[in-house]
Structures are given as structure tokens and as C-alpha cells.
């Protein structure tokens, strides 16, 4: 369902490759571990899948969409069933909080009070009821990671991507992240996630993807 044939990454022409000659496959409803050195090409392979920037090179297929051959018109559709927590968080700030969770099934077009239900929910769960009507800039770096991951995970996407979601938490914290994650593939999503936390890998064994200097290591 994810598939990345010979895909080569450059930021600009004349740039070193972020990544070179990627191939590899996530299955449909697989649960993946990223992991490499930083500047690996975790998030540049992240990128790809959800659809920040397009291959310089090769074939990358996501979620039955040819991404390299598609028109730009074609993306959104497909972007919004892919939900994504960024290393940086990217949080709107002139939302509060549970605005900021509602957004996904807004676009989705779902109906106000369910939102707001299904949002309420999600926050309750990663332990920030108290803080719903709050800005993100009021909040700490591991409660605006929270946010990004219960707006990632709202509207139940299809492709679930996390870049390194545990980095700002407690070790408690991190693994109801975690916890959360793996419900998520249990109710059918296909996770990928980029994540320096060895002890955490090896706390919830699963498939793991290598990336060294932008090649493939090994994915076993
Ligand atoms: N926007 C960008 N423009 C130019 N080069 C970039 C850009 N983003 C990443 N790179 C380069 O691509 C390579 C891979 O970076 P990437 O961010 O994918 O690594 P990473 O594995 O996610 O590292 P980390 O563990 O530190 O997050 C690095 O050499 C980096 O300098
Ligand atoms: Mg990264």
C-alpha cells in the first residue's frame, strides 16, 4: 500500500541526495519502526509519504495513488487520508487547542457536535482536558506534542506517520504515546514512525526500517 521504488531525494539539483536508490515496502495495516543516525533521511522518507515533497527520481506509491506520475489536483484528496505528527509540531496558533484537533474533521466535513465530541475524547486521552481551551503557545513542548499527535490521530487516517513523537515526553508519557499509536494500527492504520528510543523499540517489537546517509540499511 506504500511502496518506494529506486526513489531518490534531493532538496536542490545540485544538493547531495537525502535519500538514494530507496526501495522498500510498508504493507497495508504494518506497524514500522524508522530508525538511523540523525540526518539518515528519516524525515525526508517521511516527507515523501505524506506528500511534502515529490521524489527528484523513481517511483513512489502511496495509499494506491503513483505520487511521482500524480497531478498536483490529485493530492489533497489523498493527503487527507494521511495523518502526520511532525518533529516540529506545526500547530496553529491562533487556534486553541481543541480547535486545533477539530481542524482534521472539519475538512473532513463532519458535523459540529460530533467533532467537537470526537476532539474532547482524543484530548481527554492524551491528558489535556484541562487544557482544551488553551493556545498552543501557552503550552509546554510535551503538551504541544500531545496535541499534534491527538490531531493526527482523530480522524482515524489510513497512514499514520509520527517523526520522533516521544522526543519531548516523560518516559510515562511516551509510552501511552505509544499506546496510542499501536491502537491505532489495531484499528486498521498502517504506522510508520522515526524514533531515536531504542528502549522503546524494544519494548513493542515490530518491523524496522534502517536508513544510514540516505540508503537503506536493512528492514526486518
Ligand atoms: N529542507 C531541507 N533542505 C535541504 N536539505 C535538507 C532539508 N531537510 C533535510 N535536509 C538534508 O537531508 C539529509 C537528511 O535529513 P533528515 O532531516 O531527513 O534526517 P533525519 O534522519 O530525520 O535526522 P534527525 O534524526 O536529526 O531528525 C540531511 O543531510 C539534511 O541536511
Ligand atoms: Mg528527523
Given at each position: 500500500?506504500?511502496?518506494?521504488?529506486?526513489v531518490?531525494?534531493?532538496?536542490?539539483?545540485?544538493?547531495?541526495?537525502?535519500?538514494?536508490?530507496?526501495?522498500c515496502?510498508?504493507?497495508?495495516?504494518?506497524?514500522?519502526?524508522?530508525m538511523?543516525?540523525?540526518?539518515?533521511?528519516?524525515s525526508?522518507?517521511l516527507?515523501?509519504?505524506?506528500?511534502?515533497?515529490?521524489?527528484?527520481?523513481?517511483?513512489?506509491?502511496?495509499?494506491?495513488?503513483?505520487?511521482?506520475?500524480a497531478?498536483?489536483?490529485?493530492?489533497?484528496?489523498?493527503?487527507?487520508?494521511?495523518?502526520?505528527?511532525?518533529?516540529?509540531?506545526?500547530?496553529?496558533?491562533?487556534?486553541?487547542?481543541?480547535?486545533?484537533?477539530?481542524?482534521?474533521?472539519?475538512?473532513?466535513?463532519?458535523?459540529?457536535?460530533?467533532?467537537?465530541?470526537?476532539?474532547?475524547?482524543?484530548?481527554?486521552?492524551?491528558?489535556?482536558?484541562?487544557?482544551?481551551?488553551?493556545?498552543?503557545?501557552a503550552?509546554?513542548?510535551?503538551?504541544?506534542?500531545?496535541?499534534?499527535?491527538?490531531?493526527?490521530?482523530?480522524?482515524?487516517?489510513?497512514?499514520?506517520?509520527?517523526?520522533?513523537?516521544?522526543?519531548?515526553?516523560?518516559?510515562?508519557?511516551a509510552?501511552?504515546?505509544?499506546a496510542?499509536?499501536?491502537?491505532?494500527?489495531?484499528?486498521?492504520?498502517t504506522?510508520?514512525?522515526?524514533?531515536?528510543?531504542?528502549a522503546?523499540?524494544?519494548?513493542?517489537?515490530?518491523?524496522?526500517?534502517?536508513?544510514?546517509?540516505?540508503?537503506?540499511?536493512?528492514?526486518?
Amino acid at each position: 500500500m506504500v511502496r518506494l521504488e529506486d526513489v531518490t531525494l534531493r532538496y536542490r539539483p545540485d544538493a547531495a541526495a537525502a535519500l538514494a536508490g530507496l526501495t522498500c515496502a510498508f504493507p497495508a495495516g504494518g506497524f514500522t519502526w524508522l530508525m538511523g543516525p540523525s540526518g539518515a533521511g528519516k524525515s525526508s522518507l517521511l516527507k515523501l509519504l505524506h506528500l511534502a515533497v515529490r521524489p527528484s527520481a523513481g517511483r513512489l506509491d502511496v495509499l494506491g495513488t503513483a505520487v511521482h506520475a500524480a497531478r498536483r489536483q490529485d493530492l489533497p484528496g489523498l493527503r487527507r487520508r494521511i495523518g502526520v505528527v511532525f518533529q516540529d509540531f506545526r500547530l496553529l496558533p491562533h487556534l486553541d487547542v481543541l480547535e486545533n484537533v477539530a481542524l482534521p474533521l472539519r475538512i473532513a466535513g463532519r458535523g459540529e457536535k460530533q467533532l467537537l465530541a470526537d476532539a474532547t475524547e482524543m484530548l481527554r486521552w492524551v491528558g489535556l482536558g484541562d487544557l482544551m481551551r488553551a493556545r498552543p503557545e501557552a503550552l509546554s513542548g510535551g503538551e504541544q506534542q500531545r496535541v499534534a499527535l491527538a490531531r493526527a490521530v482523530v480522524a482515524r487516517p489510513a497512514l499514520l506517520l509520527a517523526d520522533e513523537p516521544t522526543s519531548n515526553l516523560d518516559e510515562q508519557q511516551a509510552r501511552r504515546v505509544v499506546a496510542l499509536l499501536r491502537e491505532m494500527h489495531r484499528l486498521g492504520s498502517t504506522v510508520i514512525i522515526a524514533t531515536h528510543n531504542e528502549a522503546l523499540t524494544q519494548e513493542h517489537p515490530a518491523a524496522t526500517l534502517r536508513l544510514a546517509g540516505g540508503r537503506l540499511v536493512s528492514h526486518g
